[in-house]
């Protein structure tokens, strides 16, 4: 909408009042912070002289756009890691403790969600786990894709959550995986002495369809935190680039795995 308001030669503050909104208003929904209702896309598409097939188009975007999210209908907000993730378009992340989410078979997500102290009804366990396979389906989405750039410490590998059966399944699942276009997956190898994540796991995630600045994500034994800070998401950075040079390459993880799922 900004491309569109500029080629028709008008400022943020000379649109603004022909379309009785605020220059703030204007400008975050031009900077995709803040969602447009259609009848202000319509005011906007006529008085920038859009028609055609583009005002199609755009309309049907607005009315997509207005939709509540699907997460929201399993009880979760837009300040939700969930709300986040829906929004991103790079996950890089680095495990320490577990499979990440986006990888883990159905029954190895049962297993640690009935393992948490939390107290958890059945029916909450369900709902988080239809949630998490719900994530998944975007990393083989041509519509909405999603790109992953795993690292998984090798530890993790060997961690034989739920049991031999659980296990097999879950090393299958992530050598199928690391063959799909939009999954990076290494390997942390054991013996590494010290690296830059040995106090836990992180993720980053980048939006850059949006435009909007990446964010840090930690999740710990106690909660997890979002970090936002520039400072705080160029180390997240720097300690996942470095992390990447000391894994195996993409091929060698993958042969890990299958030796890895052979001795089972």
Known sequence: MRELREQAGFTLEAAAPLLDTSMSRLSRIENGQQKADVHLVKSMLDLFDVGGVQWTELLELAREAAKPAWYRAYGLGDNSYVGFETEATQVQEYASGFVPGLLQVAEYSRVLYE?????????????????????????????????????????????PVGGRAVHRAQLAHLKTASEWPLVSLQVLPSGQGVHPALASGFLVLSFSHLGEP????????????????EPDVTLARLKFDRLRTLALAPGESRDMICRLAGEL
């Open 115 to 159: 393992a948490s102290p939390l107290p958890r009804s059945a029916e909450d366990r369900e709902r988080d786990l239809a949630v998490r396979m719900i994530r998944q389906e975007r990393l083989q989405s041509d519509d909405d894709p999603l790109q992953l750039v795993a690292i998984i410490d090798a530890a993790v590998l060997r961690n």
């Open 214 to 229: 990446d964010m840090a994500y930690v999740e710990h034994a106690l909660g997890a935190t979002n970090l936002w800070k």
